[in-house]
């Protein structure tokens, strides 16, 4: 079974449009992330939550608002989008002290 | 913002050959870990490393942490081509905000 899953894997869409990536864990960690990785492999924190609450919001554009209806779920949702948005994101969980799962991304290109 | 700065940005050895990874970072931490990607993969983590400890050991790796120098490395020893991949240190305040650096891309040559 995959510890962190994301859906979907790839996301092609022009600008403007509204579009959610998914992503769900099966490990029972208190913990989820966003990421962003951009073309040079920067990986930069978006959101993090613990128990459903927001802990993390790194000056993210209003346009990005992170869902997480239960512990085992934060999904992305990204209104309006910009060629700039085009990147690899990635979702994480963790707990405590342990290092973190990540999901196997999702590639989103805007054009 | 990034927190942590590894050197070199790549590094390319030989089959066989140990390789090190340097990673820097600003404020305090609660741990250190280290990440590996490979091409087109999501990130996996390979071990961590607590604010109080200063060395430990995986299997071909071994991870040390300087906390006064607010530094660490990442040693793999007897390096394979499997190893090649992208290398990212990330800290961990301890608020459920984990940081990563830049990364280390290494090729292992066969």
């Known amino acids: 079974d995959t510890a962190v899953s994301q859906t979907p894997k790839y996301l092609v869409t022009q600008m403007g449009n509204d579009k959610s990536i998914k992503c769900e864990q099966n490990?029972?960690?208190?913990?989820m992330y966003w990421y962003k990785q951009d073309s040079k492999k920067f990986l930069k924190i978006m959101f993090s939550?613990?128990?459903?609450?927001?802990?993390i919001n790194e000056t993210v554009p209003n346009r990005f608002s992170p869902k997480s209806p239960d512990k085992a779920h934060l999904n992305l949702h990204i209104n309006s989008l910009e060629l700039g948005d085009s990147a690899v994101y990635f979702c994480?969980?963790?707990?405590?002290?342990?290092?973190?799962?990540f999901g196997q991304g999702t590639r989103l290109t805007v054009v | 913002s990034q927190q942590g700065e590894e050197d070199p940005q790549a590094l390319s050895i030989q089959e066989g050959e140990n390789a090190t990874m340097n990673c820097s970072y600003k404020t305090s931490i609660n741990n250190l870990q280290w990440y590996r990607q490979n091409s087109g993969r999501g990130l996996v983590h390979l071990i961590l490393?607590?604010?109080?400890?200063r060395e430990k050991h995986s299997g071909r790796l071994r991870v040390t942490l300087d906390t006064s120098k607010k530094s660490s490395s990442l040693l793999i020893t007897a390096s394979r081509a499997a190893d090649t991949a992208s290398y990212f240190c990330a800290t961990d305040a301890g608020n459920n905000d984990m940081r990563f650096g830049a990364g280390t891309r290494l090729t292992v040559k066969p």
């Open positions: 939550y613990n128990n459903k609450e927001l802990i």
């Open positions: 490393i607590r604010s109080n400890e």
């Open positions: 490990l029972g960690h208190d913990t």
């Open positions: 994480a969980s963790s707990r405590t002290g342990v290092g973190a799962f």
